[in-house]
């Protein structure tokens, strides 16, 4: 598995390592869907209260019998001959088991997910995987690569969750979230108002945008960058942490430099309910040195496990 990670990574390490210079870069279009490697899903859309429509895939929970498991994540596009016999999704039986959201990050889209949600959905946990809008088919929106996030992604990803929970798959009592970078703080938000998640895990989470900002003006000061003047102060991780009781998981790469170790840990600190903390040795933020990568068995083992814990209740 490992060899194919590797491949996998050497293909995203664009998208993965240019958040600190480039920011919000989405990728229109699927260069890959879950169907090209044999995966049963199925593709679903939803609308946001301001008349946009997202696009978002949900995986049932299933085992590796008809994945062309060698190619996932290794191949980005699929080649037509290696594709193989499309399985499509009976949900005329939805079985209820817990579910794990993967929030998308500010570039990309869901295609760069699929390898995260198969870790996932072959250990017995549906997943919901969705795009932002202005990313993959989801409807256009103007993007200013130089703007740290939009408000309106939070309209997003809570209309994701909406419709999530009318799945008849979906046990509202057992709901987690996974986010990376960008994912993780927007993940918070959720966790931060919702009643309807059950537990957190976020990969490199900031602070706040003023710690952000001023880390980033130096890492790049050549640029612009700036954060919506609307977006609910109370929503980032160091003011929500103190009042989530809900499990939290945090994961950051010892040497990783946009979202310093120092922000998890003081986030950690904050934080008032069951709660984990994990620095991933000789991993940074994104690209090879991205701390799924580094530490590629460990990481799945470990948010498995953690969601196993607080969403299945095993020890």
Not at 5 to 30: C, D, H, K, N, Q
Not at 44 to 57: I, K, M
Not at 190 to 204: C, E, N, P
Request: proline share 8%; with cysteine; charged share 20%.
């Amino acid at each position: 598995m490992r060899s194919i990670v590797i491949t996998f990574f050497s293909i995203i390490v664009v998208l993965s390592s240019s958040a600190v210079t480039y920011g919000l870069r989405p990728e229109v279009g699927y260069r890959a869907v879950p169907s090209d490697y044999g995966i049963i899903y199925e593709p679903v859309t939803f609308e946001t209260p301001d008349s946009l429509t997202l696009q978002g895939w949900f995986f049932p929970a299933q085992d590796t019998a008809g994945i062309a498991n060698q190619l996932v994540g290794r191949m980005i596009p699929v080649p037509p001959d290696l594709i193989p016999p499309e399985r499509s999704y009976d949900s005329t039986e939805p079985q209820l088991r817990a579910t794990i959201v993967i929030c998308p990050g500010d570039a990309g889209n869901m295609t760069y997910l699929i390898l995260y949600a198969y870790n996932l959905f072959t250990r017995g946990f549906n997943v919901f995987t969705f795009d932002w809008r202005g990313f993959g088919e989801s409807d256009p929106w103007p993007i200013d690569p130089d703007r740290l996030i939009y408000s309106e992604f939070l309209t997003d990803y809570a209309t994701a969750l909406d419709y999530l929970q009318t799945r008849p798959e979906t046990d509202s009592s057992r709901v987690g979230l996974l986010g990376f970078s960008t994912g993780a703080y927007l993940s918070f938000a959720m966790a931060a108002q919702r009643d309807d998640i059950s537990a957190l895990v976020a990969r490199a989470t900031i602070t706040s945008f003023d710690d952000l900002l001023s880390i980033l003006s130096q890492l790049d000061p050549e640029r612009t960058w700036h954060a919506p003047d609307d977006y609910p102060e109370n929503l980032l991780p160091a003011n929500a942490a103190p009042s989530m009781t809900i499990p939290v998981f945090l994961i950051v790469g010892q040497n990783d430099e946009r979202t310093p170790a120092w922000m998890s840990q003081h986030v950690y600190d904050l934080l008032t309910g069951p709660k984990q903390l994990w620095f991933v040795e000789g991993a940074a933020h994104g690209g090879r040195q991205a701390p799924e990568l580094v530490a590629y068995d460990e990481f799945f083992d470990k948010i498995i496990s953690f969601f196993e814990q607080h969403l299945c209740g095993e020890d």
